[in-house]
């Protein structure tokens, strides 16, 4: 049974943004993800391919859009690496200082409390908006000041004393940071390349469709950044996943089982398997991570009652303006020019100080085509109105059954057929802070909302009242939402069923996300949220992850300090990389909270005048298992890739140069199929040119001590032989590896008597060696002296060694 370090559940905001936090650190991390890969243009457009871009297994759909009917509320949410990145509408608005409420009453009894603060959360806000490229709609530049929809918003908010403002957008405007936008321009590489490979990314060219999949690769979503710098530092992504069950595994640790599907084979119905991990992040969105919990609830004793509650919409309300009007002639609002959304209004909320506000809200415009569009049908045509009939009449029999199927996807990908109308006038999307009163639950085995707009009717009908205002001033008609003449709402932001809390009897997990009573297993999405956002919910999302993640590294570097007391371990250590707002090396941006973790400073460190020095490196090659030897073991017939990716850390650099073993510590992973994939160093060490049994010869010397994937420990012994000889012999001797693989944990006086299990040779590629140089980073007040001696040493070495003899 394989057995991995982290394995994350879901690839959305906050799966994502974990993923590359514990990769950047060195640690193993394998992402689950149900749903496809979507490259630019991979994303469905013909009428066709919109017809199964619907996600319901059983009928063999695995797209990208997951639909839900409640009897409250109809929701749709993404299935695809990335999550809900590949349909949400870019908007990073951070929830109002204001709105992080601490007990407040529920119209049906209970409190909403936040236990965390805007505090808490800006540093977080700062890298994660940084790192998806928030930037304003640029409407003060041609051709983007052609924007009708956006002008429009900011008369009506003029008129109504509103303000109106332009939000971060995570969309490429222009090729990279600090160069002039421009339309369907080449968008220039961050630095950590990205998962889908080749495929050229271009800048945004308002066509509308950043709801339905973003071909162009404009949107900055998270295949695009955060999993890709996650691929970058070594993260396993492993989508067409879906993980069925969770449940504690004897001796630590957790045991999922899930069942990997076949894109090419639809219908064919995979066999569960299982994976162990040491920790287990639950990211798959409210709806799957909430789900997954209460289905798996008997393996998990003691598990919080609050379990289902606090769910809610995030207020969302869709409205429609119709046939816009300037005096007499028509007003075009252009809703398919531009980002879906580009403006946004706020509303302001009591806790803003304005008395009889009530609760606070936002509208923003809407555009097409956008997901919405495809439920209003033109009823003209035969063929349609018979799917029509159908859909109707199957929803008809469903609303009085007691368990009703909760699932539409199969129902809308029929009911659209060959083809989609998109709608001709402007929509407007409101959310804000409605009660979240709502609780999920199990009925049948399926997934259950049971909610109302009743103790929300405060504020759904403020959001309306506005929206017919801002109809007015535009001299549009105003439209409902379809469904709400049944006090229906549809959202694409439902929060909450696992909510954070102070204690067990508030919340499932706590504010970092780790779940009371289980230790290891966290929270990463919507599900933890214990209230309605306000704004868009993404970017609190991503930034609760990225708090959570600073904690678990925290913990990590705890742990592994108080196992090795021999050799402390004083800081998760991120692998190095560029093109990241964290700087990934040292993550400075969070000041107190997280220094410690991010950078090479640790808990051990006290000594103001101690300078710490760290580089990556990263090897590959081939071993065989049942070799002894080095060379055969490269060359054998069963042989196989192996590689390593290590940070190596030298915690003291004037110590470091003057031992004789020059030792250093390494952290990071092995990968090989024999020991059972990647598998992360448990405790490591490295020896920068300690003396042999000649003055002309010099090792590097390499031992790792993990666990295989049957849990067998095992030690990885590696040296690099440097010898006397001419100067082109620099490159093969430092880039060449002779690696044996020990049973147990050995140490260097034991390799004697020790079993070897393989062995084999790894070598440095000239690219990988290329941006190994890239990543020396120092930390203390010694630093660039620290590096310069350094240098001087590693060169001063090779002098004494490839040098020529002067006697």
Same mark, same amino acid.
């Given at each position: 049974?394989?057995?991995?370090?982290?394995?994350?559940?879901?690839?959305?905001?906050?799966?994502?943004?974990?993923?590359?936090?514990?990769?950047?650190?060195?640690?193993?991390?394998?992402?689950?993800?149900?749903?496809?890969?979507?490259?630019?243009?991979?994303?469905?457009?013909?009428?066709?391919?919109?017809?199964?871009?619907?996600?319901?297994?059983?009928?063999?759909?695995?797209?990208?859009?997951?639909?839900?009917?409640?009897?409250?509320?109809?929701?749709?949410?993404?299935?695809?690496?990335?999550?809900?990145?590949?349909?949400?509408?870019?908007?990073?608005?951070?929830?109002?200082?204001?709105?992080?409420?601490?007990?407040?009453?529920?119209?049906?009894?209970?409190?909403?409390?936040?236990?965390?603060?805007?505090?808490?959360?800006?540093?977080?806000?700062?890298?994660?908006?940084?790192?998806?490229?928030?930037?304003?709609?640029?409407?003060?530049? !041609?051709?983007?000041?052609?924007?009708?929809?956006?002008?429009? /918003?900011?008369?009506?908010?003029?008129?109504?004393?509103?303000?109106?403002?332009?939000?971060?957008?995570?969309?490429?405007?222009?090729?990279?940071?600090?160069?002039?936008?421009?339309?369907?321009?080449?968008?220039?590489?961050?630095?950590?390349?990205?998962?889908?490979?080749?495929?050229?990314?271009?800048?945004?060219?308002?066509?509308?469709?950043?709801?339905?999949?973003?071909?162009?690769?404009?949107?900055?979503?998270?295949?695009?950044?955060?999993?890709?710098?996650?691929?970058?530092? $070594?993260?396993?992504?492993?989508?067409?996943?879906?993980?069925?069950?969770?449940?504690? +595994?004897?001796?630590?640790?957790?045991?999922?089982?899930?069942?990997?599907?076949? =894109?090419?084979?639809?219908?064919?119905?995979?066999?569960?398997?299982?994976?162990?991990?040491?920790?287990?992040?639950?990211?798959?969105?409210?709806?799957?991570?909430?789900?997954?919990?209460?289905?798996?609830?008997?393996?998990?004793?003691?598990?919080?009652?609050?379990?289902? %509650?606090?769910?809610?919409?995030?207020?969302?309300?869709? &409205?429609?303006?119709?046939?816009?009007?300037?005096?007499?002639?028509?007003?075009?609002?252009?809703?398919?020019?531009?980002?879906?959304?580009?403006?946004?209004?706020?509303?302001?909320?009591?806790?803003?100080?304005?008395?009889?506000?009530? +609760?606070?809200?936002?509208?923003?415009?809407?555009?097409?085509?956008?997901?919405?569009?495809?439920?209003?049908?033109?009823?003209?045509?035969?063929?349609?109105?018979?799917?029509?009939?159908?859909?109707?009449?199957?929803?008809?029999?469903?609303?009085?059954?007691?368990?009703?199927? &909760?699932?539409?996807?199969?129902?809308?990908?029929?009911?659209?057929?060959?083809?989609?109308?998109?709608?001709?006038?402007? =929509?407007?999307?409101?959310?804000?802070?409605?009660?979240?009163?709502?609780?999920?639950?199990?009925?049948?085995?399926?997934?259950?909302?049971?909610?109302?707009?009743?103790?929300?009717?405060?504020?759904?009908?403020?959001?309306?009242?506005?929206?017919?205002?801002?109809?007015?001033?535009?001299?549009?008609?105003?439209?409902?939402?379809?469904?709400?003449?049944?006090?229906?709402?549809? %959202?694409?932001?439902?929060?909450?069923?696992?909510?954070?809390?102070?204690?067990?009897?508030?919340?499932?997990?706590?504010?970092?996300?780790?779940?009371?009573?289980?230790?290891?297993?966290?929270?990463?999405?919507?599900?933890?949220?214990?209230?309605?956002?306000?704004?868009? =919910?993404?970017?609190?999302?991503?930034?609760?992850?990225?708090?959570?993640?600073?904690? /678990?590294?925290?913990?990590?570097?705890?742990?592994?300090?108080?196992?090795?007391?021999?050799?402390?371990?004083?800081?998760?250590?991120?692998?190095?990389?560029?093109?990241?707002?964290?700087?990934?090396?040292?993550?400075? !941006?969070?000041?107190?909270?997280?220094?410690?973790?991010? $950078?090479?400073?640790?808990?051990?460190?006290?000594?103001?005048?101690?300078?710490?020095?760290?580089?990556?490196?990263? /090897?590959?090659?081939?071993?065989?298992? $049942?070799?002894?030897?080095?060379?055969?073991?490269?060359?054998?017939?069963?042989?196989?890739?192996?590689?390593?990716?290590?940070?190596?850390?030298?915690?003291?650099? &004037?110590?470091?140069?003057?031992?004789?073993?020059?030792?250093?510590?390494?952290?990071?992973?092995?990968?090989?199929?024999?020991?059972?994939?990647?598998?992360?160093?448990?405790?490591?060490?490295?020896?920068?040119?300690?003396?042999?049994?000649?003055?002309?010869?010099?090792?590097?010397?390499?031992?790792?001590?993990? &666990?295989?994937?049957?849990?067998?420990? +095992?030690?990885?012994?590696?040296?690099?032989?440097?010898?006397?000889?001419?100067?082109?012999?620099?490159?093969?001797?430092?880039?060449?590896?002779?690696?044996?693989?020990?049973?147990?944990?050995?140490?260097?006086?034991?390799?004697? $008597?020790?079993?070897?299990?393989?062995?084999?040779?790894?070598?440095?590629?000239?690219?990988?060696?290329?941006?190994?140089?890239?990543?020396?980073?120092?930390?203390?007040?010694?630093?660039?002296?620290?590096?310069?001696?350094?240098?001087?040493?590693? !060169?001063?070495?090779?002098?004494?060694?490839?040098?020529?003899?002067?006697?």
């Amino acid at each position: 049974m394989e057995h991995v370090d982290t394995l994350v559940v879901g690839s959305g905001f906050g799966g994502s943004v974990a993923a590359f936090r514990l990769a950047a650190a060195g640690r193993q991390v394998v992402v689950m993800e149900r749903g496809q890969r979507y490259a630019p243009g991979d994303f469905p457009r013909s009428p066709a391919e919109m017809g199964r871009a619907f996600w319901d297994p059983d009928a063999g759909l695995h797209g990208m859009f997951d639909v839900w009917r409640f009897k409250g509320c109809d929701s749709i949410v993404s299935s695809g690496l990335g999550g809900g990145s590949l349909i949400y509408a870019n908007v990073l608005l951070r929830k109002d200082e204001h709105w992080f409420v601490n007990e407040e009453t529920l119209p049906g009894g209970g409190y909403e409390r936040w236990p965390v603060t805007r505090d808490d959360l800006d540093p977080h806000y700062d890298v994660v908006e940084k790192m998806l490229g928030g930037t304003e709609y640029p409407l003060k530049r !041609a051709p983007y000041d052609n924007t009708p929809k956006t002008h429009a /918003m900011q008369d009506a908010a003029a008129e109504l004393g509103l303000r109106c403002d332009l939000p971060p957008l995570a969309v490429s405007f222009a090729p990279e940071p600090g160069a002039a936008p421009g339309v369907s321009l080449p968008i220039v590489d961050a630095g950590y390349g990205n998962l889908h490979g080749l495929r050229q990314r271009r800048t945004c060219r308002l066509c509308g469709e950043c709801n339905i999949g973003c071909n162009d690769g404009s949107k900055n979503s998270l295949d695009h950044t955060y999993l890709s710098a996650a691929k970058h530092h $070594g993260a396993d992504l492993r989508d067409s996943h879906d993980v069925k069950a969770i449940r504690p +595994r004897p001796g630590g640790g957790y045991e999922v089982d899930f069942r990997h599907y076949d =894109p090419n084979d639809r219908l064919r119905k995979r066999k569960i398997q299982t994976i162990t991990c040491d920790r287990l992040i639950l990211a798959g969105g409210t709806y799957g991570t909430t789900l997954l919990l209460l289905k798996s609830r008997q393996s998990f004793p003691g598990l919080s009652k609050a379990l289902g %509650t606090r769910f809610s919409g995030n207020g969302d309300l869709l &409205t429609f303006l119709l046939k816009a009007k300037d005096r007499n002639r028509v007003r075009a609002l252009d809703a398919s020019r531009g980002p879906v959304i580009t403006s946004a209004i706020r509303l302001p909320d009591e806790l803003d100080g304005v008395p009889g506000a009530g +609760r606070g809200a936002y509208i923003e415009d809407g555009g097409y085509p956008a997901f919405a569009d495809f439920i209003v049908q033109s009823l003209d045509v035969k063929d349609q109105i018979d799917r029509a009939i159908k859909f109707l009449w199957g929803r008809f029999r469903e609303f009085f059954k007691d368990a009703p199927d &909760t699932n539409l996807s199969k129902e809308l990908s029929d009911l659209i057929g060959d083809g989609a109308l998109s709608i001709s006038s402007l =929509p407007l999307l409101g959310m804000g802070r409605d009660t979240p009163d709502g609780r999920l639950e199990l009925k049948d085995g399926r997934l259950n909302a049971v909610w109302t707009t009743e103790t929300s009717t405060a504020h759904f009908e403020r959001l309306r009242k506005t929206m017919q205002g801002i109809a007015d001033v535009l001299g549009a008609d105003y439209s409902d939402n379809p469904m709400w003449f049944r006090e229906r709402v549809i %959202t694409v932001h439902p929060l909450g069923g696992a909510p954070m809390g102070d204690t067990p009897d508030q919340g499932v997990c706590d504010a970092f996300g780790e779940v009371f009573g289980f230790p290891g297993l966290y929270i990463a999405d919507g599900a933890a949220m214990p209230g309605s956002v306000g704004p868009n =919910p993404s970017l609190t999302i991503a930034a609760l992850a990225d708090r959570m993640s600073t904690r /678990m590294l925290e913990k990590m570097s705890a742990e592994r300090g108080s196992a090795a007391a021999d050799h402390p371990v004083t800081g998760a250590e991120p692998a190095a990389g560029t093109g990241s707002p964290y700087g990934v090396e040292n993550d400075s !941006a969070y000041g107190s909270e997280s220094g410690e973790v991010a $950078g090479t400073r640790g808990s051990a460190e006290t000594e103001s005048d101690r300078t710490s020095l760290s580089f990556t490196e990263e /090897m590959k090659g081939f071993i065989t298992f $049942g070799a002894t030897e080095p060379r055969a073991g490269e060359l054998g017939e069963g042989r196989e890739r192996m590689s390593f990716r290590l940070t190596i850390t030298a915690e003291d650099v &004037t110590r470091f140069l003057a031992e004789p073993e020059h030792t250093a510590r390494a952290e990071g992973w092995i990968d090989a199929a024999g020991c059972g994939g990647r598998r992360p160093v448990q405790r490591g060490w490295f020896n920068l040119f300690t003396s042999a049994d000649a003055e002309d010869r010099r090792l590097m010397k390499y031992r790792l001590y993990f &666990t295989d994937g049957q849990g067998r420990p +095992r030690t990885l012994a590696g040296e690099k032989n440097v010898l006397h000889g001419p100067p082109t012999r620099i490159w093969p001797d430092t880039s060449t590896l002779y690696v044996r693989v020990l049973e147990g944990h050995v140490d260097e006086d034991g390799d004697a $008597g020790a079993v070897i299990a393989g062995a084999g040779v790894l070598h440095i590629q000239l690219a990988d060696f290329a941006r190994q140089l890239t990543t020396f980073r120092t930390s203390g007040s010694g630093g660039p002296g620290s590096l310069i001696r350094f240098g001087r040493f590693f !060169a001063g070495e090779l002098w004494e060694v490839y040098g020529p003899d002067l006697t």
